[in-house]
C-alpha cells in the first residue's frame, strides 16, 4: 500500500512539475475540445430555439408600437391642425359678426343722433319763430308807441315854440307824411 501511495503522490506530483495547468496538457486537449463543442451546440440551439425568436419578437413588436405611436402622433396632429383651422374660421366668423354688430350699432346711433339732432332743431327753430313773432310784435308795439310818443312830442315843440297848441288834424298829417 505504500508502494500505491508513494506512486499516485509521484504521478500528482509529476503532473505539476510537468506544466502547471491542466488545460494547457495536451493530453486532455481532445476530451475538452469535446466538451467545449457539446456545450457550444447546446447554448447554439437553444439561442437559436429560444432566446433569439423571443428578442426578434421583442424587436418586431418594438418597431410595430412605436409605428402605431407614430401613425397615432400623425393624426392627432391633423385633428389638431383641423381643429385649429376650424377655430381659425370661428374666430374670423365671430369678428365679422362683431364688426358688422358694431356697425349696425354705430348706424342706429347715429340714425337716432340724427333724429334727435333734427327734433332739437325744429324745436329750436319753433322757438326762434315765436322769439321772432313776439319780437315782430313788439316793435310793432313800440313803432305805434313811437308814433304816438312822436305826436305828443311834436305837439308839445309847436306849443312851445308858437305858443299855441297844434290841431289834431295837423298833428294826423305830419304823422301821415312820417
Known amino acids: 500500500m505504500a508502494v500505491e501511495t508513494h506512486a499516485t503522490t509521484e504521478a500528482a506530483g509529476h503532473a505539476a512539475a510537468s506544466g502547471g495547468l491542466p488545460q494547457f496538457d495536451f493530453q486532455w486537449w481532445p476530451g475538452q475540445i469535446v466538451w467545449v463543442l457539446l456545450v457550444f451546440i447546446v447554448l447554439f440551439i437553444y439561442m437559436r430555439a429560444f432566446a433569439v425568436p423571443k428578442l426578434g419578437g421583442a424587436i418586431e413588436a418594438r418597431d410595430a408600437k412605436i409605428e402605431g405611436d407614430l401613425a397615432d402622433a400623425r393624426k392627432l396632429k391633423d385633428q389638431a391642425d383641423a381643429t385649429a383651422q376650424e377655430a381659425a374660421a370661428e ?40 322769439a321772432d313773432a313776439a319780437i315782430n310784435t313788439a316793435r310793432d308795439q313800440a313803432m305805434t308807441n313811437v308814433a304816438t310818443i312822436a305826436q305828443e312830442t311834436a305837439a308839445a315843440i309847436v306849443a312851445k315854440l308858437t305858443g299855441k297848441a297844434a290841431s289834431a288834424a295837423e298833428l294826423t298829417a305830419v304823422r301821415a307824411r312820417g
Do not use: F, P, S
Not at 98 to 113: F, M, S, T, V
Not at 122 to 129: I, P
Open 91 to 130: 374666430r374670423a366668423q365671430g369678428r365679422a359678426a362683431a364688426q358688422k354688430l358694431a356697425n349696425d350699432a354705430r348706424a342706429a346711433a347715429r340714425g337716432e343722433i340724427d333724429k334727435a339732432l333734427a327734433a332739437e332743431e325744429a324745436r329750436l327753430a319753433e322757438t326762434a319763430a315765436k
